[in-house]
């Protein structure tokens, strides 16, 4: 594991009360964990789901805004994205203290010095000013010290973005469409900044802000593309815009409140002045780490864990709640009353960890989404694959909502009308998207329903072929629950059309049987053409290991898209005694199993394989799902800030941790959760309906790795997996861990009994 010495610098330096008090779960949440190398998660402050994300942006380069030092600094923005791959997104109404000269707008600076905390970011400039941050779910709080020598300035450019390019409509690319700004008074300026493109290729969105400081302005200029006037105001014509502020009186400390708004400047001031007013920097602060503390309390761990160990858990908790963004009352798109979230990035990869994390910790926020991503359906045709911007935008395989929902309904979550999100889930299976797939929709859905399969020549056939069967089940699922047996009965039998793929006849490395392309005339393709040579038709040979495609083929558009044929072969997570018996039974499976992971078959950093470490419970071997699910978090996670193996995809990779770590697991879509070695002794859910379940690991240890036996409310327990019902009745599931694998855990539930 790689050293967790930088971390602890940072607590016992940084933040010395943090490392002695031990009162507060927060204090071991770490920001910058994942914040290097593939995790890309936001640093700065933020509340649970909130609006704004502010932190540095270290040129418009990186999707979080941030990199470590010694990267310059241009400013800091108020809207970010935390744990994408892909383009950037957002990055918009930037702000820069300097001091010195006011006539251009090129300035920025390079950091001293930094703090990252949960709720407050500070940093030193090597110009000698300290910029500290904290933030509410609208509103950013700023306090900027400035040396005692030279003025005290601030430049607001309101045409910042980030993912900047020259090249016009470049894919992923965000682009400007337009920014006014207006000084309003001597301590206030407002504005918007209107940017289209980015990851999602989406829509132009429009950040509105309302920007108020307590220490008058003395002097002020405005600039509209290259050129600085004295103007109050510069009105939209399609070039950036910003402002410039000197302030006047004798001091060094200036306090900052920056509203935002998707809506108007006007609401921007509103909620400026709703979630800040009357309130100091400390105030915002401390009130922004109790609604933190409240939510992570939810969860509460073995307080003799290693303190690596809590820093890992608490930090991945406070990563899942992050994203969507809730921006309830802030649609500009329609104005009904009822919940609306963006920025799911995305629910390909939440819809697996996250959302029921979620489901345990805080159902009634699921319910909000569920109801959110109904009402996008309703009002803008498909609910969301991904969205960002206020627009749907990306769908990387089937319609993975429908696995949300289904996930929702067959856990019993309140609060959503099942039969309106039936009808959405509907919208998928039935309706093809018309020439807009990559935005929503189920792309190749006609070929899906006449061949049952995707035909290789349609972008991403395999993962869509596999993950249309996962959301017809999922569709099954609600159907059943709401009592429509002949609905429910069409989409089992549908759920099956991974089969058509999957080609029985096919060795590789010792393993039978993988998804592999076949044409639309039922011919499977050894084969597969590159280019658009008429006259020589080149081929590049098709392989389960054949990843992404060679360089030449558009990676937008290979059979698998993010993994291969090896790791899709293994994601049929609603059929897998199915998939056992394509496989040639138990034993083969098993030998299949052990070449994936011995092999480096296994991706760890991506969604794709997720659930593999855990398919040999249905084969009676949890023994070996924890051993892999151990392996995997001993080489891979740690406290550092490289601590991620892969983008934290807005919470995925971190809450698939949170789950593993307490020695549960999570098939989206069933009521159920998978049982294995934990890495704590003990983890104590807080439910919502007062009670708690606690999963405990008596004599637990590097040697003690193996469940040797099990009770649930001290009635021995002989299942490999736990019902959520039995989780809402509160409890404690005791694990007795010994030094071999014994026979436990032999049984799942009968199938039958899991789908009921």
């Given at each position: 594991?790689?050293?967790?010495?930088?971390?602890?610098?940072?607590?016992?330096?940084?933040?010395?009360?943090?490392?002695?008090?031990?009162?507060?779960?927060?204090?071991?949440?770490?920001?910058?964990?994942?914040?290097?190398?593939?995790?890309?998660?936001v640093v700065g402050p933020c509340a649970p789901f909130g609006m704004?994300?502010?932190?540095?942006?270290?040129?418009?380069?990186?999707?979080?805004?941030?990199?470590?030092?010694?990267?310059?600094?241009?400013?800091?923005?108020?809207?970010?994205?935390?744990?994408?791959?892909?383009?950037?997104?957002?990055?918009?109404?930037?702000?820069?203290?300097?001091?010195?000269?006011?006539d251009h707008t090129g300035m920025y600076d390079y950091r001293e010095?930094?703090?990252?905390?949960?709720?407050?970011?500070?940093?030193?400039?090597?110009?000698?000013?300290?910029?500290?941050?904290?933030?509410?779910?609208?509103?950013?709080?700023?306090?900027?010290?400035?040396?005692?020598?030279?003025?005290?300035?601030?430049?607001?450019?309101?045409?910042?973005?980030?993912?900047?390019?020259?090249?016009?409509?470049?894919?992923?690319?965000?682009?400007?469409?337009?920014?006014?700004?207006?000084?309003?008074?001597?301590?206030?300026?407002?504005?918007?900044?209107?940017?289209?493109?980015?990851?999602?290729?989406?829509?132009?969105?429009?950040?509105?802000?309302?920007?108020?400081?307590?220490?008058?302005?003395?002097?002020?200029?405005?600039?509209?593309?290259?050129?600085?006037?004295?103007?109050?105001?510069?009105?939209?014509?399609?070039?950036?815009?910003?402002?410039?502020?000197?302030?006047?009186?004798?001091?060094?400390?200036?306090?900052?409140r920056v509203g935002i708004s998707f809506i108007s400047e006007l609401?921007?001031?509103?909620?400026?002045?709703?979630?800040?007013?009357?309130?100091?920097?400390?105030?915002?602060?401390?009130?922004?780490?109790?609604?933190?503390?409240?939510?992570?309390?939810?969860?509460?761990?073995?307080?003799?864990?290693?303190?690596?160990?809590?820093?890992?858990?608490?930090?991945?908790?406070?990563?899942?709640?992050?994203?969507?963004?809730?921006?309830?009352?802030?649609?500009?798109?329609?104005?009904?009353?009822?919940?609306?979230?963006?920025?799911?990035?995305?629910?390909?990869?939440?819809?697996?960890?996250?959302?029921?994390?979620?489901?345990?910790?805080?159902?009634?926020?699921?319910?909000?989404?569920?109801?959110?991503?109904?009402?996008?359906?309703?009002?803008?045709?498909?609910?969301?694959?991904?969205?960002?911007?206020?627009?749907?935008?990306?769908?990387?395989?089937?319609?993975?909502?429908?696995?949300?929902?289904?996930?929702?309904?067959?856990?019993?979550?309140?609060?959503?009308?099942?039969?309106?999100?039936?009808?959405?889930?509907?919208?998928?299976?039935?309706?093809?998207?018309?020439?807009?797939?990559?935005?929503?929709?189920?792309?190749?859905?006609?070929?899906?329903?006449?061949?049952?399969?995707?035909?290789?020549?349609?972008?991403?056939?395999?993962?869509?072929?596999?993950?249309?069967?996962?959301?017809?089940?999922?569709?099954?699922?609600?159907?059943?629950?709401?009592?429509?047996?002949?609905?429910?009965?069409?989409?089992?039998?549908?759920?099956?059309?991974?089969?058509?793929?999957?080609?029985?006849?096919?060795?590789?490395?010792?393993?039978?049987?993988?998804?592999?392309?076949?044409?639309?005339?039922?011919?499977?393709?050894?084969?597969?053409?590159?280019?658009?040579?008429?006259?020589?038709?080149?081929?590049?040979?098709?392989?389960?290991?054949?990843?992404?495609?060679?360089?030449?083929?558009?990676?937008?558009?290979?059979?698998?898209?993010?993994?291969?044929?090896?790791?899709?072969?293994?994601?049929?997570?609603?059929?897998?005694?199915?998939?056992?018996?394509?496989?040639?039974?138990?034993?083969?499976?098993?030998?299949?199993?052990?070449?994936?992971?011995?092999?480096?078959?296994?991706?760890?950093?991506?969604?794709?394989?997720?659930?593999?470490?855990?398919?040999?419970?249905?084969?009676?071997?949890?023994?070996?799902?924890?051993?892999?699910?151990?392996?995997?978090?001993?080489?891979?996670?740690?406290?550092?800030?490289?601590?991620?193996?892969?983008?934290?995809?807005?919470?995925?990779?971190?809450?698939?941790?949170?789950?593993?770590?307490?020695?549960?697991?999570?098939?989206?879509?069933?009521?159920?959760?998978?049982?294995?070695?934990?890495?704590?002794?003990?983890?104590?859910?807080?439910?919502?309906?007062?009670?708690?379940?606690?999963?405990?690991?008596?004599?637990?240890?590097?040697?003690?790795?193996?469940?040797?036996?099990?009770?649930?409310?001290?009635?021995?327990?002989?299942?490999?997996?736990?019902?959520?019902?039995?989780?809402?009745?509160?409890?404690?599931?005791?694990?007795?861990?010994?030094?071999?694998?014994?026979?436990?855990?032999?049984?799942?539930?009968?199938?039958?009994?899991?789908?009921?």
């Open positions: 594991m790689r050293s967790s010495l930088y971390a602890l610098s940072i607590v016992f330096l940084v933040c010395p009360s943090m490392a002695f008090s031990g009162t507060r779960l927060v204090d071991y949440v770490d920001p910058r964990i994942g914040s290097e190398g593939l995790g890309r998660v704004v994300r502010p932190s540095p942006d270290c040129t418009p380069s990186p999707n979080s805004g941030w990199l470590p030092m010694p990267e310059r600094v241009d400013g800091f923005s108020q809207v970010h994205v935390s744990g994408t791959g892909g383009g950037p997104k957002y990055g918009n109404i930037l702000l820069l203290p300097f001091n010195g000269g006011s010095n930094e703090t990252i905390l949960p709720a407050y970011y500070s940093c030193s400039f090597k110009s000698g000013i300290k910029t500290e941050i904290t933030s509410t779910e609208r509103s950013v709080a700023y306090r900027f010290v400035y040396p005692e020598s030279g003025t005290r300035n601030l430049k607001i450019d309101a045409g910042f973005f980030l993912g900047e390019t020259p090249v016009p409509d470049a894919r992923e690319a965000q682009q400007f469409v337009g920014s006014e700004i207006q000084v309003i008074s001597d301590c206030a300026v407002s504005g918007y900044s209107r940017i289209r493109g980015g990851w999602n290729n989406g829509r132009a969105y429009t950040v509105y802000f309302y920007l108020e400081s307590d220490v008058p302005f003395s002097e002020t200029s405005t600039w509209k593309g290259e050129n600085v006037t004295d103007s109050k105001f510069q009105i939209d014509t399609g070039e950036k815009t910003g402002a410039l502020l000197r302030f006047g009186e004798k001091g060094d400390t200036v306090n900052v609401k921007a001031r509103y909620n400026c002045e709703k979630e800040t007013k009357g309130k100091s920097f400390g105030q915002i602060r401390e009130e922004l780490l109790g609604r933190w503390e409240e939510l992570l309390k939810r969860v509460e761990i073995d307080p003799t864990a290693q303190e690596e160990h809590k820093r890992m858990f608490y930090t991945a908790l406070y990563h899942t709640m992050l994203m969507p963004s809730d921006r309830s009352g802030e649609n500009p798109l329609w104005s009904d009353p009822v919940p609306y979230y963006d920025d799911f990035y995305a629910l390909w990869d939440t819809y697996r960890t996250s959302m029921p994390l979620m489901t345990l910790i805080d159902s009634g926020r699921v319910s909000e989404i569920v109801n959110s991503l109904v009402n996008i359906c309703k009002r803008d045709g498909f609910m969301p694959d991904a969205r960002s911007g206020n627009c749907n935008g990306r769908t990387q395989g089937g319609s993975t909502a429908d696995i949300v929902i289904a996930d929702a309904c067959v856990k019993g979550v309140a609060g959503i009308d099942y039969d309106e999100a039936l009808r959405a889930m509907l919208v998928n299976a039935t309706v093809p998207p018309g020439g807009n797939e990559e935005a929503e929709g189920r792309g190749g859905l006609r070929e899906y329903l006449e061949l049952g399969y995707i035909p290789h020549g349609i972008a991403r056939a395999g993962n869509r072929t596999v993950e249309y069967s996962l959301c017809d089940f999922a569709i099954h699922q609600v159907a059943k629950c709401l009592g429509n047996d002949s609905l429910a009965s069409f989409y089992l039998r549908q759920s099956e059309s991974w089969k058509n793929l999957w080609r029985d006849d096919y060795e590789h490395d010792g393993a039978r049987g993988f998804i592999m392309p076949k044409d639309a005339s039922g011919n499977w393709l050894d084969e597969l053409p590159f280019g658009h040579s008429k006259s020589q038709r080149p081929t590049y040979r098709y392989t389960p290991l054949t990843f992404e495609g060679p360089w030449y083929t558009p990676w937008w558009n290979m059979f698998f898209y993010e993994a291969s044929s090896w790791e899709y072969s293994l994601s049929i997570p609603h059929d897998v005694p199915g998939l056992i018996a394509r496989c040639g039974g138990n034993e083969a499976f098993d030998r299949r199993l052990d070449t994936f992971f011995e092999k480096g078959y296994f991706n760890v950093n991506n969604e794709p394989s997720f659930m593999s470490p855990c398919l040999y419970h249905w084969i009676g071997r949890p023994d070996k799902s924890g051993e892999r699910v151990l392996d995997i978090i001993r080489e891979n996670y740690d406290d550092s800030p490289q601590g991620l193996p892969g983008n934290d995809d807005s919470g995925a990779m971190s809450s698939w941790l949170v789950f593993n770590m307490c020695g549960i697991y999570p098939n989206a879509g069933h009521d159920y959760y998978l049982i294995h070695t934990p890495v704590l002794k003990s983890a104590a859910f807080k439910l919502e309906s007062g009670k708690t379940f606690k999963i405990t690991a008596d004599n637990l240890s590097a040697d003690n790795r193996y469940i040797i036996q099990a009770y649930l409310n001290d009635v021995p327990y002989d299942y490999s997996t736990i019902r959520h019902s039995d989780i809402m009745k509160g409890g404690e599931l005791r694990l007795v861990m010994g030094a071999m694998a014994g026979k436990w855990g032999e049984r799942m539930f009968e199938e039958s009994e899991v789908k009921k």
